[in-house]
C-alpha cells in the first residue's frame, strides 16, 4: 500500500519530466527534415567581388556588393585560427556543436552580473545562423539553430565548419571574412597580420560596428586587448608576445588605403570595361582582371603626381583653413574633436587636424585618428600670414581652425593645402603599348575626372615635334636654316582674329637652324615651317600618331599646338618616335579570369616591328629622337639632365597665359606624359611653364624606374648619313659638330642645307624662312 501512495506522485514528476523531453524530441523529428539542404554549405559559392591585380599580382582594387576573400583552412595562419578560437569558441573542437559547459558558464555570469551580457553560441551555431536562419531573438528561431547546428556538425567536419565561418562572417566595412577585412583594414594579406592583428580582427565578430577600428579605435583597443587576455589565459601566446601585442599601435586603414598601391583611376577605368561586358556579373562572380600596370611604376608615378602638385601649390601660398569648430573652451574633448574630423576627408598624407593652440611660434592641432602634433619653427612660414590678424578672418588659424598637416620627409609636421590644381601622369612601354602607370589626378576621392583619358588640353608646344616629323617628309633637316622674326596674320589666314604670335621669352634671334628651333622652342619658326608643308599637310600627317584630326583645325595655329588631345593620345604619339615608327596602341588589361583562373580573354598586342602598323620612316624617328635628345641636353628639359642620363629626350609644353603645362618624354624602353592645370582653365602663372611644373612630376617617375637600367644608344638606320657642320649650318668636315640626314637630303660640301627641289617653299614664303 505504502507504494501505491507513492506511484501517482511518481507518474505525475515523470509526466512532466518527460512530457517536454517527448515533445521536444517529437518536434525535432517532425523539423529536421524540414531543415534547410546544407548544399550551400558544401558547394559553397558567395558573391565573389571584382578584383584588379598589377602585372606582378600586386592587388590594386575591388569592386562588388560585398568585400570578400576566400581562403582555405590550411592558408589560415596559427595565430588568426588561434585568435578567433579566443574569442568565439575555444572549446570549438571538444564539443559537438552545442558547447552545454559554455551555456552553463554565460548563465552563472549573466546571472550574477543581472545582465545578459555573455552569450554561449558557438562557431558551428553562428555558422548556421549566417547562412540560413535572421538574427530574431524567438524560441523558434534559436530551436532550429541548434538543429541545423547538429546537422552541420554531423555532414561536415571542424575544419570545414571553421573554413566556412572564416570565410563568411561579417566584420565591417562590407568586410565578409577575416582575409578581406586583414586587407580592408590593414592593407595585407591574412597570412602577414601580427598577433595584435589578429586580436584586433578576432574581436570583429561580436559587434562589428561597434568594433571597428576605422569608426571606434578606443572601444576596437578595449576588445582587442580582451582578446589577448584570452589568448594568453589559454596558452595560445607566450608571455612575451602578450606583452609586445597589447603595446603594439594599430592604424586601420581608411578608404581606398587597403590597397598600397594607389590606382583608384586605373581601377576604374577596368571595372568600366569588364562591366562593358560581364554586366552585373563583374561584382559578383568573382573575376580577376590583370592589368599591364607595373607596382613599382604605379607608385613612382603617383608619389611623383603628388609631390609635383604639393610643390606647385606651396608656391601660390597658403589660402587659410578648410572649417571651424566651436570647441567651447574645451580642448580636451576628444570625442568633440572626433566627431568634428569624421566627416572632412582624408587625401593621404595631407591629414586633417583641429587646431588646439595657434601662435606665430607654435601651433598645437589634433589630428584625425587621434595623433597629437606640434608646428613649430621653419615649418610655420608657409602660413605665418594666417597666425597673424594681418589677414582676412576666414584665413586665419585660430583654436577650432580645421587645417591640413603632413609630416616631410624628416617626420616633422608641415602645414599643408589640399590642392585646387590638377595634375595627371601615364607612362607605357613604346614597343607594345602597355601602359606602366597612369595617374589621372591629384586624389580620386576628390575628383573622379580621369585627366589622362577623359581630359582634352590644348598640348602648346609638345605638339611641335609633330609638325617637325611632318617637315622632314617635306624635305626639311635639322639642319635647314629658318628666321626666327616677327609675322602677322591677318584673319582670313588665321580663321578665327588678327595674329601677331610672340615666342615665349619675347625675343627674336633671326635664322637658325631647325634643330636649335626645336631645342629653344621658337614659336615663330614653328609657324614658318608649318607655312611651308601648309596646315593641311600637317593635320593629314598627325592622324599617322593617333592624333584625331577633326581636334586640329587646318590654321597656323596648329604649329604652337592649339589643338586639343589628351595624355593617352600624346602617349601613343610619343611612343611612335621611341619605337622606330610604328604605332602601337595603348592598353591597360592583360587578361581576365575567372574565379578558377580560367583565362576568360587576353590582349595580344600589335608590337613594334611584328604586327604594328608603321606610320613615319624609320628614319624619321631616329632624326626626332636626336632633336629631342637635345631638348633634354641643351634647351628647355635642361633640368631633366640631374638624372645623369645621356637617353632621354622629350618636349616641354606651355600654352599661351601658361593655363596648361605639359613634358612627355621617353627612354628606349618607357615613354612618360605629364600634364598639369585648372578643371576651369585659369593661368597657372606667368612665371609657370612645363619645364618648371610637368618636367619634375616626368623625373620624379623616371628617376625611380630608370634607376638600374644601363644606359641606351639609338642606332642610326640605314640610308642616313652623318655630316660634320658649323653652327651656322654650313658643312664643315673639320666641325666636331654632326647632323643627320636622309641619304637624299645630304647637303653638298659648303652648301646650305635647304629643303629640296621638290618640296622646297614657295617663294612667297622663301623669303621668310631664310
Known amino acids: ?428 612601354d613604346p614597343r607594345t603599348g602597355a601602359v606602366y602607370s597612369l595617374v589621372g589626378g591629384f586624389d580620386f576621392d576628390r575628383n573622379q575626372f580621369n585627366h589622362v583619358t577623359q581630359a582634352w588640353r590644348q598640348p602648346g608646344s609638345s605638339f611641335k615635334p609633330f609638325v617637325y616629323s611632318a617637315a622632314l617628309e617635306k624635305g626639311f633637316t635639322p639642319a635647314t636654316v629658318i628666321n626666327d622674326a616677327p609675322l602677322i596674320f591677318d584673319a582670313e589666314q588665321t580663321g578665327n582674329e588678327p595674329w601677331e604670335p610672340k615666342n615665349y621669352d619675347g625675343k627674336f634671334e633671326g635664322p637658325m637652324r631647325m634643330r636649335q628651333a626645336l631645342i629653344k622652342s621658337k614659336n615663330l619658326v614653328s609657324i614658318r615651317i608649318l607655312q611651308s608643308i601648309t596646315p593641311q599637310y600637317a593635320k593629314d600627317y598627325i592622324s599617322n600618331f593617333g592624333f584625331d584630326a577633326t581636334k586640329y583645325p587646318a590654321y597656323l595655329t596648329m604649329a604652337l599646338g592649339a589643338g586639343s588631345v589628351t595624355p593617352m593620345q600624346m602617349l601613343s604619339g610619343y611612343s611612335v618616335f621611341a619605337n622606330g615608327g610604328f604605332l602601337v596602341a595603348p592598353y591597360f588589361i592583360d587578361r581576365i579570369e575567372d574565379a578558377h583562373g580560367t583565362v576568360l580573354s587576353k590582349t595580344v598586342p600589335e608590337v613594334a616591328g611584328s604586327g604594328a602598323k608603321q606610320v613615319i620612316d624609320v628614319r624619321n624617328a631616329y632624326t626626332m629622337v636626336s632633336m629631342m635628345q637635345d631638348v633634354v641636353k641643351h634647351g628647355t628639359a635642361f633640368r631633366a639632365m640631374q638624372l645623369g642620363r645621356q637617353d632621354l629626350a622629350g618636349k616641354t609644353g606651355t600654352t599661351n597665359d601658361s593655363i596648361d603645362a605639359w613634358f612627355c618624354g621617353f627612354h628606349p624602353t618607357v615613354v612618360g606624359i605629364s600634364w598639369m592645370g585648372y578643371d576651369q582653365p585659369r593661368t597657372l602663372g606667368d612665371k609657370e611653364t612645363g619645364g618648371g611644373v610637368a618636367l619634375p612630376i616626368w623625373m620624379g617617375y623616371m628617376e625611380k624606374v630608370l634607376k638600374d637600367v644601363p644606359e641606351a644608344v639609338y642606332t642610326m638606320p640605314d640610308n642616313m648619313v652623318a655630316v660634320h657642320i658649323n653652327e651656322d649650318g654650313y658643312r664643315d668636315d673639320s666641325s666636331p659638330r654632326v647632323e643627320y640626314f636622309y641619304q637624299e637630303n645630304v647637303p653638298a660640301e659648303h652648301a646650305l642645307p635647304t629643303p629640296n627641289e621638290e618640296t622646297k617653299p614657295t617663294d612667297a614664303i622663301k623669303d621668310q624662312l631664310l
Request: charged share 25%; proline share 4%; net charge neutral.
Open 1 to 428: 500500500m505504502p507504494s501505491r501512495r507513492w506511484l501517482l506522485p511518481t507518474l505525475i514528476a515523470l509526466t512532466f519530466f518527460l512530457l517536454p523531453t517527448i515533445l521536444l524530441g517529437l518536434a525535432a523529428l517532425l523539423a529536421y527534415p524540414t531543415l534547410p539542404s546544407l548544399e550551400v554549405l558544401t558547394d559553397y559559392r558567395p558573391k565573389i567581388p571584382l578584383r584588379i591585380y598589377s602585372a606582378d599580382g600586386a592587388l590594386l582594387g575591388e569592386f562588388g556588393e560585398e568585400r570578400r576573400a576566400l581562403v582555405k583552412i590550411s592558408e589560415v595562419p596559427d595565430v588568426m585560427r588561434q585568435a578567433i578560437l579566443a574569442a568565439e569558441d575555444d572549446r570549438f573542437y571538444e564539443h559537438g556543436g552545442v558547447d552545454y559547459l559554455g551555456v552553463i558558464r554565460a548563465a552563472i555570469s549573466n546571472f550574477t552580473s543581472g545582465n545578459a551580457k555573455q552569450g554561449a553560441s558557438t562557431i558551428t551555431m553562428q555558422v548556421a545562423r549566417n547562412f540560413f536562419l535572421t538574427k530574431e531573438k524567438t524560441l523558434t528561431r534559436k530551436f532550429n539553430e541548434v538543429l541545423l547546428t547538429f546537422k552541420i556538425e554531423h555532414s561536415l567536419s571542424k575544419d570545414d565548419i571553421l573554413q566556412l565561418y572564416i570565410n563568411q562572417i561579417y566584420l565591417g566595412q562590407r568586410a565578409y571574412g577575416f582575409a578581406a577585412a586583414a586587407q580592408v583594414y590593414f592593407g595585407k594579406p591574412l597570412g602577414q597580420v601580427s598577433v595584435a592583428e589578429a586580436a584586433m580582427l578576432a574581436g570583429l565578430p561580436k559587434a562589428p560596428s561597434s568594433y571597428n577600428p576605422v569608426v571606434n579605435p578606443k572601444r576596437a583597443k578595449l576588445r582587442q586587448l580582451y582578446v589577448l587576455r584570452r589568448m594568453h589565459e589559454l596558452k595560445f601566446i607566450t608571455d612575451e608576445q602578450f606583452q609586445l601585442a597589447q603595446q603594439q599601435p594599430i592604424v586601420a586603414l581608411r578608404g581606398s588605403q587597403e590597397f598600397g598601391t594607389k590606382s583608384d583611376y586605373l581601377a576604374e577605368m577596368v571595372r568600366q570595361a569588364v562591366f562593358d561586358k560581364y554586366q552585373e556579373d563583374t561584382y559578383t562572380q568573382g573575376f580577376k582582371v590583370y592589368t599591364t600596370i607595373r607596382q613599382q611604376d604605379q607608385l613612382a608615378a603617383y608619389h611623383a603626381v603628388r609631390a609635383g602638385v604639393l610643390e606647385y601649390d606651396h608656391r601660390q601660398g597658403y589660402r587659410g583653413p578648410e572649417g571651424f569648430v566651436n570647441l567651447h573652451k574645451d580642448t580636451g574633448n576628444t570625442e568633440q574633436l572626433d566627431e568634428a574630423l569624421q566627416e572632412v576627408n582624408d587625401s593621404d598624407d595631407l591629414i586633417p587636424a583641429v587646431v588646439l593652440e595657434a601662435g606665430p611660434k607654435l601651433l598645437k592641432a589634433y589630428c584625425k585618428g587621434g595623433e597629437l602634433a606640434e608646428v613649430s619653427g621653419d615649418a610655420l612660414l608657409f602660413a605665418e600670414a594666417a597666425l597673424t590678424k594681418k589677414v582676412a578672418l576666414n584665413q586665419r588659424i585660430n583654436v577650432g581652425s580645421i587645417i591640413r598637416l603632413r609630416k616631410d620627409d624628416k617626420g616633422v609636421w608641415q602645414i599643408g593645402q589640399l590642392p585646387l590644381v590638377e595634375a595627371a601622369f601615364v607612362s607605357g
